[in-house]
């Protein structure tokens, strides 16, 4: 988040108590950036504690090391801060203590309540004793200065706050989902070494556990965590244990690229009796499995953060989360009635709204902004890419379209007479001009969702669900070459990484490009089988994709006149 963007986050806030209390504004939000390191503070992501305040919020904390003096030495030891469901909260309570000041002084803080000037403001703070740094004042005074706070030092425009504010609608109870360290128990009977990946089956007790020979599984792993596998085996003299537990609902534990012992729920068997007898088995990861049936009951709306949404979502089951990147760089969103669904359906709302990434290590899932990096690797249909398919299409693509959010009560189910909390919503793309078809605009079916009860948050639904930008995919054959040359100067590549790509023919290069890759498909247990590569569906301005088509023929044309002058 930008520093301004963070200021923007919390000034409605600060003015609220302006406007109340008579505390400056630009106070408050000079204080935050400071001591929260502009909302980026472990303290800041993890308790919503902007100003550090120890102690509990109604009963909520949050654990963190700090240093304290013990005999005469500076250690640090663990202590409990204030945990609080916002900054809002954050930002009373410290309205709280210059209002109330402190047990053994009521007005401790009283010079700072109702002071104009924000320099005698700061430097009331730093006489009371409020922070230990002689430069405290002289920090916030720049703060204030270099990114003029003073002009939120006003109640004018500054809305009144909903009646009864002390008594807010009670949230659910959402224990935190993070993962706090302890890992869930697998079964025991699995080798504890990998030496060379394996995959076994296991009744659903975990009594047998088999390896399984003769199979050789394809796996499906992209960035949105959900991992599928597939897979045929004949029935021999030697594998009819195994071959008889490859059953509807009984376990497979395979070692894959990045992790092992990753845990698959078979969810199809088809049995083949013709020249020999094989089964083809379907299995979907623990991840995918358990939240395709785990039902969501409940609703939650507001302005609400990523770690809130996880915690909602899968509560009531093994799973907890890691965020591999800074937590302040997901924002929060406005959420409607977000719920009542499956928990995998939800995911891939929290995927889109917060536009992360997930990797899925059994029960834990790594949270990234964008997972993967640029690295040195080329793909080169002359070396290591015997193919590549590059599909190119404007299919539902669309500038505009309708949105009809919840039905009034009592109203008509006639679609002519219905009515509806809010009038129908149009949204049109900014971009809508450019992708005209034939002069017109291309119109989207209508968006109808009855969570929506705001005309704001259908807007937002509609600004995603229009899309005008044509879609490409990008589909490579890799195939992997030993060279010892390479070696030292060419990256492995995974999913979320960016590598280069160069398609080469005797007409030219028809492709050329860095990408990035979303998905693999591969052999986890065979390293030198050839895997499917999927990269980025890019979503590319027409004129742009004209353009680069132009050059290719302008390169092609080049490429055929220098074959007719060597001839």
């Known amino acids: 988040m930008a520093n301004t ?45 902007l100003f550090g305040m120890k102690g509990e919020y109604n009963g909520q904390y949050v654990i963190m090391q700090t240093w304290e003096v013990i005999n005469g030495e500076n250690v640090q030891v663990p202590a409990k801060f204030r945990k609080y469901p916002s900054w809002k909260e954050s930002i009373q309570d410290l309205a709280n203590l210059y209002l109330n000041g402190l047990s053994w002084d009521k007005n401790h803080y009283k010079a700072v309540v109702g002071e104009t000037d924000y320099q005698k403001a700061t430097a009331a703070l730093v006489k009371a004793g409020y922070a230990t740094d002689p430069n405290y004042a002289t920090k916030l005074n ?177 799973f907890s989360y890691i965020f591999k990147d800074k937590e302040s760089e997901f924002k929060s969103v406005e959420q409607e009635n977000f719920g009542d ?7 891939s709302e929290i995927v889109e709204d917060y536009s992360l990434e997930l990797d899925v290590d059994n029960y834990k899932i790594y949270v990234y902004k964008k997972m993967g990096k640029r690295i040195n690797h080329t793909l080169d249909s002359r070396y290591n890419m015997p193919g590549i398919k590059i599909k190119t299409s404007t299919d539902g693509c669309s500038t505009r379209a309708r949105g009809y959010g919840a039905i009034k009560e009592n109203s008509s189910t006639d679609s002519k007479k219905t009515e509806y909390v809010f009038e129908p919503v ?55 070459i030993y060279e010892p040359k390479l070696l030292n100067i060419q990256d492995d590549f995974w999913k979320g990484d960016t590598l280069h790509v160069l398609a080469d023919t005797v007409y030219g290069v028809t492709y050329e490009d860095d990408v990035r890759l979303l998905s693999i498909q591969y052999k986890p247990l065979n390293p030198y089988a050839k895997p499917t590569l999927n990269f980025a569906n890019f979503r590319k301005d027409i004129q742009d994709i004209r353009m680069e088509q132009e050059k290719r023929l302008k390169d092609q044309k080049r490429y055929v006149q220098k074959l007719r002058m060597m001839i």
């Open 142 to 318: 720049s703060l204030i200065f270099t990114y003029k706070l003073t002009k939120y030092d006003t109640s004018e425009g500054v809305p009144d706050e909903p009646s009864n504010p002390g008594t807010p609608d009670p949230e659910p109870d959402i224990p935190s989902k993070e993962y706090d360290g302890k890992d869930i128990t697998l079964n025991q009977n699995l080798p504890k070494d990998v030496y060379f990946p394996q995959l076994h089956v296991s009744s659903q007790d975990g009594n047998q556990v088999v390896e399984v020979i003769g199979a050789d599984p394809d796996l499906l792993d992209d960035t949105t965590g959900k991992k599928d596998i597939e897979f045929t085996i004949t029935r021999t003299a030697d594998n009819g244990i195994e071959y008889d537990l490859l059953i509807n609902d009984n376990i497979l534990y395979l070692d894959e690229k990045k992790f092992n012992h990753q845990k698959y729920f078979i969810t199809m068997v088809e049995v083949d009796q013709e020249k020999t007898l094989s089964k083809k088995v379907s299995a979907s990861h623990v991840f995918v499995a358990v939240l395709n049936n785990h039902y969501v009951e409940e609703t939650i709306s507001g302005t609400l953060t990523v770690r809130k949404m996880l915690d909602f979502t899968l509560k009531g089951t093994k």
């Open 5 to 49: 963007d963070f200021i923007k986050e919390i000034a409605g806030d600060a003015q609220q108590i302006y406007k109340k209390h008579r505390i400056l504004a630009s106070l408050i939000i000079a204080q935050g950036c400071l001591e929260s390191a502009w909302g980026t503070s472990e303290l800041a992501t993890k308790g919503h504690n």
């Open 426 to 480: 149009l949204y049109k793309h900014p971009d809508e001009n450019k992708f005209l078809l034939d002069g017109m605009p291309r119109w989207a079916e209508p968006l109808r969702d009855e969570r929506y009860k705001k005309e704001s948050s259908m807007m937002e639904a509609l600004k995603k669900y229009v899309n005008p930008y044509p879609k490409m995919e990008i589909e490579v054959d890799y195939e992997y």
């Open 341 to 347: 669904k499956f928990a995998n359906e939800l995911i």
